[in-house]
């Protein structure tokens, strides 16, 4: 019998992040003056209430009242309140943060930092999802293989945190190539496909630590890599040239399908919501395989082909076995039909 591994995301989530600031403990000489003063133009993030915020160390910021005529009232301490959930009756569960690495003990990867919050019982029932980035690549000043020291370390470390907490979801949220991280990759943006057997092995390994979303940074840039974004406080600075799923080329008017275009429409097409990742056996030098069940019963097979030549494959499902010549670094779907 196949393995139930992990199925593919059905459902949306909203993060939901109130801050909620009160302003405590004003003074005047010595005389309590608490309700003398009120708490106005409460910012997060120079935001009014937001929804979500994308900030380490947000910013917050208030101004205060008092009544007309008084004078020399100062603020000697404030406490920062977050609404509880369960009060306000909001369903909406929590993405628990998004980590910028699948797990390489850096202290920022999501297999150290998840289970202070998800074994606590009491946090960890209005945690929904485990997000995390698939940027532990960019430690690499040579291009990630394994002849220059990139391993499947973290994927193995992730899949563990998903054998710890099989109920919660893991999304792995964003990931791409740009000129400050990915020094290897020139230029950017590209417009050829020598990077879509690193792409189609990265989301292989994530479905196989247990992943059930996929999502690449950038959807559509121009010809320069570009619009891009400046935030000094997650280091972007200008200059930020990113690699698109999609170029656009305003000046010729033409529109170009990366590899990482490919390598997620093999799976984007075929393995759909619902469907369920089983266990596949085997094993030869270079070959990939990954295999869901989807709702209707059909069987998909996803094979990777790493090598630089062609390699002749034999697939068994329910008796039946085919033999397949899998093109040089390529992915090959199999459809499975249900009889």
């Known amino acids: 019998m196949p393995r139930l591994m992990n199925r593919l995301g059905e459902s949306g989530l909203i993060l939901v992040a109130i801050i909620l600031i009160l302003a405590l403990g004003e003074e005047l000489r010595g005389q309590s003056a608490v309700s003398a003063l009120r708490p106005v133009s409460l910012l997060c993030e120079y935001l009014v209430n937001p929804l979500g915020i994308d900030a380490v160390k947000p910013r917050l910021r208030w101004v205060f009242e008092s009544k007309p005529g008084e004078r020399g009232r100062k603020q000697t301490a404030y406490q920062i309140l977050v609404a509880l959930l369960e009060k306000e009756g909001i369903k909406t569960g929590i993405q628990l943060s998004e980590t910028p690495f699948r797990g390489n003990s850096s202290g920022l990867d999501a297999p150290w930092n998840y289970p202070t919050v998800l074994d606590n019982p009491e946090a960890r029932k209005y945690v929904a999802a485990l997000p995390y980035h698939g940027y532990d690549f960019i430690r690499q000043t040579k291009p990630p293989t394994r002849e220059n020291g ?23 949220t964003e990931v791409c190539f740009w000129t400050q991280g990915t020094p290897w990759v020139k230029p950017i943006p590209r417009d050829n496909y020598e990077d879509s057997d690193f792409w189609i092995n990265q989301i292989t390994s994530d479905l196989e630590a247990g992943s059930s979303g996929w999502t690449y940074w950038n959807m559509i840039l121009d010809q320069n890599g570009g619009p891009w974004l400046i935030s000094p406080i997650h280091h972007d600075p200008d200059d930020n040239v990113q690699q698109p799923v999609v170029i656009i080329n305003r000046d010729i008017k033409k529109i170009c399908y990366s590899d990482v275009y490919y390598a997620i429409a093999h799976f984007s097409k075929f393995d759909r919501p619902g469907s369920v990742r089983i266990g596949s056996v085997g094993a030869a030098d270079g070959i990939r395989c990954v295999a869901f069940i989807k709702p209707d019963g059909q069987c998909v097979t996803e094979l990777v082909n790493s090598l630089e030549s062609n390699s002749s494959v034999l697939i068994e499902w329910r008796g039946k076995t085919l033999e397949r010549s899998l093109p040089p670094i390529s992915i090959t779907t199999l459809l499975w039909r249900e009889r």
């Open 150 to 172: 990139y391993d499947l370390q973290g994927f193995e470390k992730l899949a563990e945190l998903h054998k710890r907490y099989p109920d919660l979801p893991l999304w792995m």
